[in-house]
């Protein structure tokens, strides 16, 4: 069962950065839309809010699980691979462009700019952080209902 909680708690860090169909102008012309994407994605910090995100995937899922502390290391590269910036720019830029269109994508920019939003973007971090750590305890307090409800409906 902590598999299960470990992976809906991965899932929902993972839903924050959802796939998602690109979309573009003519090969070799410059999207002003994409490119107002990746300048807010810096503005606001993306890439080291995914390795903070990451770092605390790692230390939450040790604390649940104290005997996989040897393979801390593993874990931490596993997770860097599959979630470093790099990798998922193009998924999150096309999520944002599914969801904003170019004045809005240049308003929340405007707003990361701005001391209030520096605050955002700098404890980005740590209010995913206390989401998950939100998530899990209900996950972990319900979990005893849930295995009842399931077992019941396997059972019929």
Not at 39 to 48: A, H, K
Request: net charge negative.
């Amino acid at each position: 069962m902590k598999r299960l909680l470990f992976i809906a708690v991965l899932l929902l860090a993972a839903a924050r950065f959802p796939a998602a169909a690109a979309t573009g102008t003519d090969a070799g012309t410059p999207d002003p839309r994409r490119e107002a994407v990746l300048e807010l994605l810096e503005v606001c910090r993306t890439p080291q809010t995914l390795e903070s995100t990451v770092n605390g995937l790692v230390e939450q899922q040790l604390k649940e699980t104290p005997e996989l502390e040897p393979g801390r290391q593993v874990l931490l590269d596993f997770y860097r691979e599959c979630f470093n910036y790099d990798s998922l720019r193009e998924e999150i830029v096309a999520t944002y462009l599914k969801y904003f269109t170019l004045e809005e994508i240049q308003a929340i920019t405007a707003f990361y700019r701005t001391p209030a939003g520096q605050k955002l973007a700098e404890r980005g971090a740590e209010l995913s952080a206390a989401g998950l750590k939100i998530a899990n305890e209900r996950m972990q307090r319900n979990l005893p209902e849930l295995q009842k409800k399931l077992e019941k409906v396997l059972a019929e």
